[in-house]
Structures are given as structure tokens and as C-alpha cells.
């Protein structure tokens, strides 16, 4: 594992030596028995890898057009709305999972009509309840159903986009397009899902600085980056070693796979003074939560803009939140077992 801040970033540039070109291996647990595809763009190197990020980059940076912006803030709203005008709310699954699976209709721009769809998945589309492998072949049924239906009545949605879209001069195949939409549903939904509610538990229990987000709208955007760099949901990523390696004194072996500690990276004392403590006006603050170099997170126009437009509206619109009960979500892999976000999350939002 490699740890401190420096290194994490200078291994993220070094794809020769740590490479991303390993199907399956990139997460970590790896995921060879959820799903038969490997995802694009993130499971290659450049400068394949250039060409297949620049297929779907028009979609992930939709999240910076006014119409995208205008409808998440609507969305947001409305359940902030309805949550003051309930006794209570369950965070995770009433409001930060729907709130995911609407926002990624409008970013994918498909019709609004799927999130129904997307929020029977929960909060993770292999690993919420039930067997994973099981939840990955309906995943993929799903998206055969999207690309057939997208060849037989093209529009301009995500799905049409990939079906007309060209590597290399060439016809995307139905695999690499399966590869796309796997990593847009497996990758893009439970780390949003888990920031929020994770933003939403410190606020209830952190009140000032509730009110310091208050009392100024303007320091919603420093404030969201030190969240991301904090409860950041994806807290370590695979590479694998192409040929015999020296990690920083250790040897690893062609094939062998080194873990980037993108959360560990985020608390070096090195670099974040009182790394443990949470600031919302942090500045600068070079986190890592997105990744570094080449494989920088598409979808980081996306995060923040719900978590900025998130701390907005409770700005404006919630007096305080009481938190009522918080289950931590725990990960049992079969090599270990690590607390990421929360099962549930119940709080009441009082009005101003």
C-alpha cells in the first residue's frame, strides 16, 4: 500500500510502472465474480485510454451547463422540501438515493423515468444486500436492454452516444460499451450516495459548523471540498505491477497488485495541517479524493455540484438537524472489513 501524499500522487502519473490495464483488479475487492466486462475508461493506460475517456467526457461534463445545474437544484429542493415536512427522514435510502438516481438521468440525459429503475439498485448496484453476482447479471441485463433499445431508436442519450461512437476509427463493440455503462452505474452511484449522507451526519453533528455554512453561502465550495477530502467513499484503488517492481523497498512481483491510498494520502500531516480535524475553510487543500494524473475521477464536476448545491439549500432552507439514529454501513470483504458511510441515517430537519 502506498500511503503518504507525494507518493500516492507520483505513483497515480506512473502508469508504466503501476498500471490501470487490468480487467477486474482495479477495484479493490476485485471484482472478476460481479461482473464479465472490463470497464472503460478506467481499466486501461494511455494513450488507449485517452480515446476512451474522450468518447463519454461531453456527458460528464454536463454537470457544468445551466440547464443541469437549474434541475438539480429543483431536485434538491424538493427533497430538502419534503424532508421539513416530515416527523423524520432516512437519509441513505429516502433521500440520497433518489436524489443520485434522478441527477444521474439528467447527466446521462436519459429519461427522468429510469431513476425508478436505478433506485430499486440501493445503495450499491454488486454489494446491497443480497448475492453480488446475481446483482451484476441483472445489471447487465439491464444495460443490453438500454443499448438494444438505444440501436432499434437512437436518441441523444448515453446510450445512443455509445452506440454511435468510434475508437480508433472503428464501431465501439458491445462489450466496450457495456464497459462504459458498468463503470457509470457501479462507480457513480454509491459514492455520491455515501458523501451525502455523510455530509448530511456531520452537519447534524458538528452544529457550528452548520452555522458557519449559515451564515455565508459563499463558503459552501471550500466546505464541500474538505468533505470530499474527509468521508471520501472510495478510500484506496488497485494497480497492478506489469513487471517486477521496487515499491518503495518492497518487491512486487509481475502481476502483483499495489494499493494507492487515496484516504491515507488525504490525512498526511505533511501536507493537511490537523489532518484529522475537519475545516471547512481549508485552503489550499490538494486532496485526493478524485484520484491524480490521467485517471482523474470523470465524474468530479458531478460530486460537486450535488454537495455544493446540497450545503446551499440546507443553508437556506434548514435551521438545524437533529440526528435521530446512524447505522454504519460495514463492508465485510473476505480480507477485511471496513466501515464506509452508513446502512441508515435517520434525522429531522427543523425549518428556519
Keep these: 500500500m502506498i500511503l503518504r501524499h507525494a507518493d500516492v500522487r507520483a505513483a497515480a502519473k506512473d502508469w508504466e510502472t503501476y498500471s490501470s490495464d487490468a480487467p477486474f483488479r482495479v477495484p ?6 460481479v461482473r464479465s466486462m472490463r470497464q472503460l475508461p478506467i481499466e486501461t493506460d494511455p494513450p488507449e485510454h485517452t ?9 460528464f461534463k454536463r454537470a457544468k451547463e445551466p440547464e443541469v445545474m437549474q434541475k438539480v437544484e429543483a431536485l434538491i429542493g424538493r427533497l430538502v422540501d419534503d424532508a421539513l415536512g416530515r416527523e423524520s427522514i432516512e437519509i441513505v435510502r429516502e433521500f440520497a438515493v433518489p436524489l443520485q438516481s434522478h ?4 447527466l446521462l440525459n436519459c429519461s427522468e423515468a429510469e431513476a425508478g429503475t436505478w433506485i430499486g439498485w440501493g445503495i450499491h448496484v454488486f454489494r446491497d444486500g443480497g448475492d453480488g453476482v446475481k446483482k451484476g447479471a441483472a445489471l ?4 443490453h436492454e438500454k443499448f438494444d433499445e438505444a440501436e432499434k431508436e437512437p436518441g441523444e442519450d448515453f446510450f445512443s452516444a455509445l452506440t454511435r461512437a468510434e475508437f480508433q476509427g472503428r464501431p465501439l463493440t458491445r462489450e466496450e460499451m457495456m464497459g462504459y455503462a458498468n ?4 462507480g457513480g452511484r454509491d459514492t455520491i450516495i455515501q458523501s451525502t449522507a455523510s455530509v448530511v451526519a456531520h452537519l447534524a453533528r458538528n452544529r457550528d459548523d452548520f452555522e458557519f455554512i449559515r451564515a455565508d453561502p459563499k463558503r459552501v465550495v471550500h466546505a464541500a471540498e474538505e468533505f470530499f477530502r474527509v468521508y471520501m467513499p472510495l478510500t484506496h484503488i488497485g494497480r497492478v505491477c506489469p513487471v517486477d517492481a521496487d515499491v518503495h523497498g518492497f518487491p512486487v512481483k509481475a502481476g502483483g497488485r499495489v494499493s494507492l491510498g487515496w484516504a491515507s494520502a488525504n490525512r498526511d500531516e505533511s501536507v493537511f495541517d490537523a489532518a484529522e480535524e475537519v475545516r471547512l475553510d481549508r485552503k489550499p487543500n490538494p486532496h485526493l479524493a478524485f484520484g491524480f494524473g490521467a485517471h482523474l475521477c470523470l465524474g468530479a464536476p458531478h460530486a460537486r455540484l450535488i454537495v455544493r448545491t446540497l450545503l446551499k439549500l440546507l443553508g437556506e432552507r434548514v435551521a438545524r438537524i437533529e440526528l435521530l439514529e446512524a447505522v454504519d454501513h460495514v463492508e465485510n470483504e473476505s480480507a477485511y472489513a471496513r466501515i464506509n458511510g452508513f446502512e441508515s441515517l435517520r434525522v429531522r430537519f427543523v425549518g428556519r
Design 51 to 59: 480515446g476512451f475517456r474522450r468518447i463519454v467526457e461531453p456527458f
Design 103 to 106: 441527477a444521474l438521468t439528467y
Design 28 to 33: 479493490i475487492p476485485s471484482e472478476e465474480d
Design 183 to 186: 463503470l457509470a452505474f457501479a
Design 140 to 143: 447487465e441485463e439491464y444495460l
